[in-house]
């Protein structure tokens, strides 16, 4: 199952580091658990998180993504264990305390209803006190379709809803780019 991000990852730890908003928030969990990244790629949180002590499972079409965080994640004897799958078929979330989707949701026309049903059906799926840990780019109408997505018949409490700010070094040029980004922490 070869994909676009299979020629990206030739470059190592392509999108660089991780949020630090996000690793405060994993900082934050004394008692450490099980997570699970969807949409892992390479590792970038998937790694840091499992360097913090909790067990990952990560999750992502692309082969090559997979390959390297399994080298590091074995180099540095982590519970760290990727596979390559689809993350949109993947369904067996028995067992996690956290899913996290990391920019893995853009809601443009042609994928809103598929990533709106991904959005429900982990929704539906994950355990009581699993927590479903979303960072989205704050722009358009994204967080608003992501709310409406939310909204079940599934009680949840939103735990975190941060606005912040990414901003991405590319490595060579020097090329900066902000963006905004949220966020948002729904535990069933």
């Known amino acids: 199952m070869s994909n676009a991000y ?5 470059t190592e730890n392509l999108f660089g580091n991780p949020y630090p908003e996000l690793i405060d928030f994993f900082s934050e969990h004394s008692e ?4 699970l990244d969807l949409g892992c790629g390479q590792g ?4 840091a998180i499992a360097r913090l002590g909790f067990e990952v499972v990560g999750i ?3 082969k090559i993504g997979i390959e390297q965080m399994n080298q590091m994640a074995q180099k540095e004897g982590l519970a760290l264990k990727g596979s390559v799958a689809d993350i949109f078929e993947f ?4 067992g996690y305390d956290f899913v996290l989707l990391d920019s893995m949701l853009h809601f443009a026309q042609k994928d809103r209803q598929k990533e709106t049903g991904f959005v ?4 539906t799926k994950i355990q009581k006190g699993c927590q479903l840990v979303l960072c989205i780019q704050d722009t358009g109408n994204k967080v608003r379709i992501l709310n409406e997505a939310a909204r079940t018949e ?3 409490e939103r735990s975190r809803d941060k606005k912040f700010e990414y901003v991405f070094e590319e490595g060579d040029s020097g090329h900066t780019s902000k963006t905004n980004y949220r966020m948002i922490v729904l535990k069933k």
């Open 6 to 10: 299979d020629t990206y990852y030739q």
């Open 32 to 35: 450490k658990g099980r997570v």
């Open 44 to 47: 970038r949180d998937a790694i």
């Open 60 to 62: 992502d079409s692309s």
């Open 91 to 94: 369904d067996d979330f028995d």
């Open 120 to 123: 429900k059906k982990i929704i």
């Open 154 to 156: 599934i009680p949840l």
